[in-house]
């Protein structure tokens, strides 16, 4: 749809220099006979707009990189936007990001530097980039690492983030090791196999049925897809660092540029 819209907007830019080549035309064809043109914003006549009907079906079969070239320049500008607005919000939501309550933590609860991660547990890149958060927090004992839930493809990330959030809301010490079974299955996730993972680290699985379907935990989650659109965050994973949004999966050495970053201030 996003991409639908760009096209039409760069078709009525394209449009618009087109009509006003075609009223040049126009008026350089008339201007042996009319010398001056006292309203130029008079209707076109049928015939008119034929021809600048032409003029611009003419002028893109010629260039059709121009609507390739304005896309880019709008998906460019977009992203400027969106980025702007991003490091905007850090600011006006950053209690919300780094100190929400509901919000799982781990790493060193009082760490000199946090990070946030926005992450899905069927995303593939969430996956890829565990290991490498998992051996940052081995390395560096100075990081507060806070856990934003944010299922976006598919009803069973969902089931697997509200399991994972009533794990927390029973049993802290349980998050962890129940976030680090998630992330690291392959494979569907289904009540019965949730439940089986829940009942091997302890969980009361009873109580974690009921807490998953509550108004509380739906709550948390809408919270996180509302921050994460007020900060630019459309994917998984999204990390913040500091004052830095970081979209996508990040290498050991880039993570350690940003903390480094952050440490600074």
């Excluded at 680090?180 to 299955?185: G, L, V």
């Amino acid at each position: 749809m996003k991409k639908r819209t760009l096209l039409l907007m760069a078709i009525s830019g394209i449009c618009l220099l087109a009509v006003s080549l075609g009223l040049t035309v126009k008026v350089q064809a008339q201007s042996s006979t009319t010398p001056k043109i006292s309203n130029q914003s008079t209707p076109f006549n049928g015939s008119q707009k034929k021809e600048i009907e032409r003029i611009i079906g003419e002028y893109l079969r010629n260039n059709p990189e121009i609507i390739i070239e304005s896309i880019r320049n709008m998906q460019a500008r977009d992203r400027q936007q969106e980025q702007q607005r991003g490091r905007k919000n850090l600011v006006t939501y950053r209690e919300m990001i780094f100190n929400d309550p509901t919000s799982p933590v781990g790493g060193n609860p009082k760490g000199d530097v946090t990070i946030v991660e926005f992450f899905d547990y069927n995303c593939s890149f969430c996956k890829r980039v565990f290991p490498i958060v998992k051996k940052l927090l081995e390395e560096d004992k100075n990081i507060r690492y806070v856990f934003k839930e944010f299922p976006i493809l598919s009803p069973q990330s969902e089931l697997a983030a509200r399991a994972a959030l009533a794990a927390w809301r029973q049993d802290k010490s349980k998050y962890v090791q129940l976030h680090t079974e998630f992330i690291k299955s392959r494979g569907g996730f289904t009540e019965s196999r949730i439940m089986r993972m829940a009942k091997s680290l302890g969980l009361n699985t009873e109580q974690l049925k009921k807490d998953m379907s509550s108004a509380k935990i739906s709550q948390i989650i809408n919270g996180n897809r509302a921050l994460a659109q007020r900060l630019g965050i459309t994917g998984t994973p999204g990390f913040i660092i500091g004052n830095q949004i970081y979209p996508g999966a990040a290498d050991m050495a880039t993570f350690k540029n940003l903390v480094a970053q952050a440490r600074k201030g």
